[in-house]
């Protein structure tokens, strides 16, 4: 009986963890997203280094309508 406990102790954790490792990086996906970029770019272009930010805007633009039109097949 003591076995099975473990045994279904072991599982019920690693999903937990598994869930948690899942959260965490949603939730870092939305914060670099949602925070980090944009601040890094006013940052570049407060710089006056607005010829880096532009190809990156760019790039940035191109993958997310790539991303998009992925999801969407």
Not at 16 to 25: L, Q
Not at 46 to 58: E, H, S, T
């Amino acid at each position: 009986m003591i076995t099975l406990f473990v045994i279904l102790m072991f599982m019920f954790f690693g999903k937990m963890i598994i869930f948690g490792i899942k959260a965490a990086w949603g939730l870092g996906k939305f914060v670099i997203g949602l925070i980090l970029l944009p601040v890094l770019i006013i940052g570049v272009i407060a710089a006056g280094l607005v010829y880096l930010a532009l190809p990156l805007l760019a790039i940035i633009g191109v993958v997310l309508m790539v991303r998009k039109a992925a999801e969407a097949v």
